[in-house]
């Protein structure tokens, strides 16, 4: 009891500061000049180090806001949002408003502010309302920490768990879901549990928003727990596929109900993902 | 970064330039070309805009396109508006001295991000060779085009005197 709470406090105050350095959410902050300027670099990486493939692309509308849902790999160190940016930023043009919703440990996290030039943005609804109220294309992953740690071996598994909010999100804002269906970041590490019953003891979820405490075998600190600091990711191939967009109303009626569009989502990005995972010949190689 | 390619082609000029200035015919002969859309009027000649996009390894890379030079049947040259920073030229001339016309048409691309300092031009070096096979790749398949029109365009006209 005594040690529960001395946990509990020393992860309090390990909290706060990053409970304070959480950026609020300004669009604004998106810089297509630097995006531009490290498109070589993003592309040299997506091209010889993760082998990156993005099929599907036209599929995103040309215009105006759209939600695109994507399935989350790769830990804290996610090499599909790598590899879908550049495609995306390549194909549509820096020009194109496109942001991403993360969770506030990683925008917090000392280092990685520049994510906030790439536009993305803290998770939450509120922040992903107003990058589509200004036109944005904006990328979920409502998966989020659940599914980016699951175990290397449910790297084919879409695995959103009860979370719906973005079709709630979709249904307010009016705009169609593009899903977009990633494979290869879980075989960037060996991840071997997300360590729920961890992250539950320490109470991470009531203090961090996290309810995970992740243990996985990665480069270069061997057992990893937590992946707070990331690793270096394994050079596994990331083939990406994105699929035709679905306008909620068309397809399900002027009230849609929120759990058969999550089914159907789910379901639609499950397939594609058996189709992806059964072209793989190998683990890494692809 | 400056790639580029040479061919001969057993056609005119004339010929050959009807297949580089038509926008609607370079998804079918170039190769690595994923879009090539007239944007906004005119749709051919001096200020017309095209959005193109290239299949260069993990991404499709281009943007919008402008013509600025366009000399029959000699120059066609475009520059980059939006997107990666480009340059190309087709350089078509009529080779003299020979029994049948033949044209040397050459395909140059210039390209680069402005400012992006040594991963740039890492970056370059790294895509050049894709470059220079889809331009290569393009220039076969635009003289297989143009050659199997030439022999079409033949054919009809021995049909039509045999009519006649």
Redesign the interface.
Known sequence: MVAGSLLERAARAAAAPVRRRVPPADLDERDPDYI??????T??L???Y?????RG??NVPEHGPVLLVGNHSGGNVTPDTI?FS??FH??F?V?RRFHQLAHNLVLSMPGLGFLRKYGTVAASPENAREALRSGAAVLVYPGGDREVHRPSWQGARIDFGDRRGYVRLALEAGVPIVPVVAIGGQETALFLTRGEGLAKFLRLDRLLRVDVLPVSLAVPWGLNVGDLLGHLPLPAKITIEVLPPIDLREEFGPDPDVDEVHDHITRLMQETLDVLAAERRFPVLG | MRVAATIEVNASADAVWAFVDDPARYLHFMAGIT?WEIVGAPARGLGARYRM?MQ?????????IEIVEHEPPCDLAWVSV???DQRGRWRLRELGGRAAPCTRVELRLSFG?A??GF??W???H??APTVRDHLRRSLRQLKRQVEHEQLRSAAAARRAARAG
């Open positions: 531009r300027e490290t498109l070589p670099r592309w040299l997506s091209s010889l993760f082998r990156g493939e993005v692309l036209g590899v550049l495609a390549a194909y043009g020009e | 879009r996009l260069v390894r993990a991404a499709e890379v281009g943007g919008l939006l997107g990666v991000v400012g992006t991963f740039g890492v970056a370059e790294v895509a």
